[in-house]
Each structure stands twice: as C-alpha cells, then as structure tokens.
C-alpha cells in the first residue's frame, strides 16, 4: 500500500527482457534506506517487489501483467521514475490509498500554465475514465493528485511547482503515456452493487442502502 507521495526521482540504470517479463534496476537514494530484498517499491506507481541490492542500485523483476499495463516497458537507460516506499502504520495519509496496481495507462493530451500552476490533461481509456470524477484522487505515474475536471475523453489534474519540479510529470509533454490508477473506493462500491450471490439474487442494492440510511 502506498500514498502516492513521490520519494525522489530514482534513475533507471538498465532494463533486462526476460521472455515476456523484464528486469529493471534504478540508481535511488532515499528509498534504499534500510530497504531490503523482497521489500516493495512503486516505480512510476507501478508496486514491484526488490531482488537484489547493489550499492546505490536496486534491481526488482517486471511481470507480463505489468508490462502489458504500464509504460515501464518504454524506459531506458538514463530515464527518471517516480520512486516510493510501501506506507507504514506509523505514517501520516497526506496522499490518498494507492495500491500500486496500475490499470492502464492515459496519454498526455495538453499542458498549459495557470497563474503558479500547470494544467495537464489526459486522455484516458473509457474502461477506466467511469472511475474517475471530479474533486476525486488519481495516481498518475504513482503521484497523488485532485482531478480537477472530467470530459468525455479524459480528465485534468493541476500541478503545483513543488509537484512538477519533483516528479515525471514536470518533464513529460503531450503526447507521452502515464500509468493510471482510479480511485480504490469507486471500485469496491461497484463490485458490490453488482454483485450476485450463488442463488442469484442481488448481494447489495440501491434500496437496501436506501433503508439502512447509507443514500
């Protein structure tokens, strides 16, 4: 579980194909403080698990699943990646509950500045533009942000200068992929209106949250 507070820009230093998975290994500083092997770190918001540790480097295995849903198949040598460590009991929740499993990635659309701010919108794939409302949180790349506003092909989040200045986003330009995650909430309430038990009959309703006063 993870906040989508970015910890530092790490490096990639070299990414391996593995069949159809890869390896990965990213220069960092902060995020090997007392990291260990089968430790998780979010790379670009994407939650892998660390292999191997060398010096400044450490080095974490990229699953099929994974590269089919994330950009991290595009990195290269020399590439920034937004870098964060697994959240611990005893932190503060000032991003919001991100879970490092990316759904899809979104393609820069437009930035623009306002006022100390950027404007970056995003077009995003139907399948997960349903989960994404405005005032809501969004990772982007593993960064927690507000969306500001939702149209029929994708949304706008606004960047402060800290936000730009300390993460992908600040550097990427229009036309470049974003890994995405929706809110979690949206998606477990889904589940559950949905949801049928074995004898058919609707587990969860409008009408039963209507009379247990939840709507």
Known sequence: ??????????????????????????????????????DSVAVNGACLTVVKISGSDFTADVMPETVKLTNLRHLKSGDKVNLERTLRLCDGLDGHIVSGHV?????????????????????????????????????????SLTVTEVTATGFSVSLIPHTAAETTLGFKKPGDEVNLETDIIGKYVEHLLNFKAPDNKQGLSKAKLFENGFI
């Open 1 to 38: 579980m993870f906040t989508g507070l970015v910890a530092e820009l790490g490096t990639v230093v070299a990414l391996k194909p593995l069949n159809q998975s890869y390896n990965i290994t990213v220069k960092a500083n902060k995020v090997l403080n007392n990291l260990k092997i089968g």
């Open 103 to 143: 759904e899809g990635v979104g393609v820069i659309a437009s930035k623009k500045a306002e006022g100390i701010a950027e404007v970056v919108t995003i077009k995003t794939p139907p399948k997960l533009l349903k989960y994404i409302i405005k005032k809501g949180s969004i990772a982007i790349d593993g960064i």
